[in-house]
Structure formats: C-alpha cells, structure tokens
C-alpha cells in the first residue's frame, strides 16, 4: 500500500516523502482510511509502530479545509500523558505538515504560563497538551474548544495509570458533542474500556499488537543476576560491547537513575540520568545530547522515557524489571524503531520473578536467558511460564539448586568475563528447558 492510495493531499504526501517515509505502517494503513471518514477510532499500538503519524495526518488532512465556525479555539487537540510524548506530537505536527499553513502549539504543564496565553490569545488549529494545563486554561477561561472536531488521546491507559480520568473527562465535557475522538492505548482493561465509552460514539477498533514491535524488529535476551552487585558486573561487560554506541539503561527510582547514571560517568562513559525530577530545561538538553551522540548511555526511569524518540538506539537494557509488563513494551519499544533492529537486555534478580513472569505472560512469549561466561548467577531461575519444574503461577528462585555454571552443564567452552554473551544460550520453551548451545 502507499500513502497515495489513503486519499491524503499533496502538501501532506509531499511532507511524508521528505520524512523519508516510503509505504504506510500496519496501524497508519489501518487507522488513516477510518479517521479520514471521520469515525471515533480506537487504536491498540505501542509507540514505536508510527501511531502518532496515524492521527497527525488525518488531523492535517482536516485543516486543509477551512472551518464553518467562527472563534479562535483549535480544531484539534491532542492530549498526551507527559510532555515529552506532547513535544514528539508537536514535532511530528510540524514535519507532517511543513507544506501546510497550521496553527499549531503546546499546551503542557511546567512551562511558562506566559506563552501559553500568547499562544492562545491568537487563533490556534493544532494543540497538543498534557491534561492539568489543558484544565488549568479551562478555568482560566483562556482555552475555548467550542471549535474543536477532533479529540485524540494519546497513550490513554498511562493518562489513567497517571490518575488523568478525571481531567480527561471534563476536558471531553468542554468539546462539543459532535466532534471526533481517536483513543490510542496498549491496553483495554476495564477502566480503559469505560472510559472508551464515556468518550467516543460507535467507535471501530485498530490493533497492531505490541508482540509484532517485540517479535520483528528486536531481539530480547534474558540474564538472572543474584543481586546488584552482579547487575553491576553485567552492566560494565554489556557496556563495554562497541556495538552499544546508544542505549536506555532503565533503573526502577529516580535516585537509581542519578546513583547509576554518576557511578556510569565516573567510570568515563559518557552517561546521563532522565527522570522526572529534573526540570523540564535538563531533561530537554539531554535528550538533545543524547540525539547528538554527546550521551551514549541514559538512565531513565520510565515516565521520563514514555514517548522517548530518539533514533539510533541500538540497546535497552532493564536494569530494573518493570512492575508493569506495558512498561516493558514500551521500553523495548524505544529501540528497533521502524524497521530498524534493536537489543532488549534484561536483568532479573531474585525479587523481580513475579515482574518476569507477568512480562512473559504479556508478550505470550518466554524471553531467552543468556549467560555470560564468568558471570553466571550462582542461582538457577524457576520461572512460572517455562522452564524446568516451575510451577504455573508461583515464580521462584530454587536456592537447593545451586549452578555449576554453564561450562558444566552445557559443554560449552570456558571463557574470561568480556567474552561475548551470546555463546552459551539458555533457552525455556513451554515443557522443558532447549539448550541451543553456541549461537554465534
Ligand atoms: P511513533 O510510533 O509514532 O512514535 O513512530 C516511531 C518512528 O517511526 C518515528 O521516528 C517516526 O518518524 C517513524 N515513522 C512513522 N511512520 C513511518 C513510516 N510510514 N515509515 C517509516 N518510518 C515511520
């Protein structure tokens, strides 16, 4: 399929050409036709799949027609959980649309007020903004969306994980009744499905599943560490690989970040931490080094990274399983991005079988253990989903089974810590454990 065959105008098709895009992705050739025709949507994508041009063109397509209603309000507004996901949106708005006359702005909260009034002082087309701010303007009376014809939620289940529901709902509340709403999410839970029917009218389903992100483009790898001086002692040998020239390292807390991030710089590498306490200036300047391969090595927590884009990520490494098997999507999901290929590494300790276990549910899929020589953990992993003995549903270490290491169990050749890691491959399948041995 192309973009010419999605009925899109040529300023918009002249816009994707210059990004260097040459065929829509699953979800675009999917959500595109549908939005056009101007049906509530709801979209089932991970970032990474190319869901924010799903929405964005459409969006654009809709302003090239001129609007019957009088007023200065937009006509689109974009709500996303965090304002680096708002600030990608806003970038995507300008390149998809650099042909095109829009009106476009952010509306996020931890920026001056002064600016935002500017902005919406004149009349605006395209805003995308973060929940509070969007509210606080509401109040302020300075934001009327009497003109607004399409709603998008941008990665909604984290707007409701991040206690948004509310804030959504009275913004919806403020958006005329006939408008278009475009709900994007990885997950359909309960809430997630009540709000979907609070907010949009007769609504089609899109799904790109998250597996295909995980299964295509990226290759995911397993190593049990017993404690955090042996994730300390996996991180400095992966590290030392050439072939990570720029990696997300994802650490549970805000204080692992910064902790892991300075211990990281002192040994000499050029690492940086990313979280939610740093201002909004910090975290801009690091994800432009980052960009700018000044930072080779950024540890993030998760909310710092949601929406991340930065392209050339070769790997991510979990240094921290997340609690939640989303999270572990959309981390991974920061590499491989568009057809390039990427390294999901995962360290799990003893205290984090249950995070594992939730994950490989998730992904249907049972990630591959990898052991490094002179770095095997002293304690084999039972897990719940695959591999020898364990039991459905109660993950555990089994700490009578102590590993005699790889060498001896599996023949393969000895070797000193720096060798590569992907010699001696452990993998579980469902029924048994596959030993495959020397896998280049
Ligand atoms: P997203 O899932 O929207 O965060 O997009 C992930 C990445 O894919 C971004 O860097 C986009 O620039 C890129 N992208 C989006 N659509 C396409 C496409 N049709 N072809 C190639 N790359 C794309």
């Known amino acids: 399929m192309s973009f010419e065959s999605l009925n899109l105008s040529a300023p918009i098709l002249k816009a994707i050409s210059a990004c260097g895009y040459t065929a829509p992705t699953p979800i675009q050739a999917q959500s595109i036709p549908l939005a056009l025709e101007g049906k509530d949507l709801i979209g089932s994508a991970q970032t990474g799949t190319g869901k924010t041009a799903s929405f964005v063109l459409p969006a654009l397509e809709r302003l090239l027609t001129p609007s019957e209603l009088r007023g200065k309000g937009p006509r689109v507004l974009v709500l996303t959980p ?7 949106v806003s970038d995507a708005v300008r390149s998809y649309g650099k042909f095109m006359r829009v009106r476009s702005g952010s509306i996020l ?7 935002q009034m500017d902005l919406l002082s004149r009349p605006v087309d395209f805003i995308v903004g973060t929940p509070g701010r969007i509210i606080d303007h509401l109040e302020r009376r300075t934001l009327n969306l009497s003109r607004l014809e399409l709603l998008v939620l941008d990665e909604a289940d984290r707007m409701l994980d991040m206690g948004f529901s509310e804030d959504v709902d009275r913004i919806a509340a403020a958006c005329p009744e006939g408008r278009q709403t475009m709900l994007f999410t990885a997950t359909m ?4 499905a009540k709000l979907a029917a609070r907010l949009l009218t007769d609504p089609v389903r899109v799904a790109v599943e998250g597996k295909e992100v995980a299964e295509l483009q990226i290759e995911q790898r397993l190593h049990v560490a017993d404690d955090m001086r042996h994730k300390n002692r996996l991180l400095q040998h992966l590290i030392s690989d050439a072939s990570v020239s720029k990696a997300i390292i994802f650490s549970a807390t805000k204080r692992d970040a910064d ?24 975290r801009n300047r690091t994800i432009v080094n980052m960009r700018r391969g000044k930072v080779r090595l950024l540890v993030a927590t998760d909310v710092a990274a949601r929406g991340l884009d930065v392209s050339g990520i070769t790997h991510v490494i979990n240094y921290d399983l997340p609690k939640f098997a989303e999270d572990y999507v959309h981390r991974i999901g920061r590499t491989g991005r568009a057809g390039a290929s990427g390294v999901a590494i995962s360290f799990c300790s003893l205290n984090e079988v249950a995070y594992l276990d939730r994950i490989e549910r998730y992904t249907g899929k049972a990630l591959p253990q990898h052991v490094i020589p002179g770095l095997e953990p002293t ?3 039972r897990r719940a989903n695959a591999g020898p003995g364990g039991k459905k549903g109660r993950p555990s270490f089994d700490p009578r089974r102590k590993s005699t290491g790889p060498k001896a ?4 050749p000895g070797g000193k810590p720096g060798r590569r890691d992907q010699d001696v491959v452990v993998e579980y399948r469902r029924g048994g454990r596959r030993d495959s041995g020397k896998q280049g």
């Open 379 to 381: 304690r084999q992993l």
């Open 259 to 282: 902790q892991l991030a300075a211990d990281l710089y002192a040994q000499g590498h050029a690492a940086a931490a990313l979280h939610g306490d740093m201002s909004q200036g910090a």
């Open 409 to 412: 169990r599996f023949g393969a």
């Open 109 to 115: 909260g931890g920026m001056p007020y002064r600016f």
């Open 189 to 192: 839970d309960d809430p997630m």
């Open 82 to 88: 965090t304002r680096e996901l708002a600030t990608q």
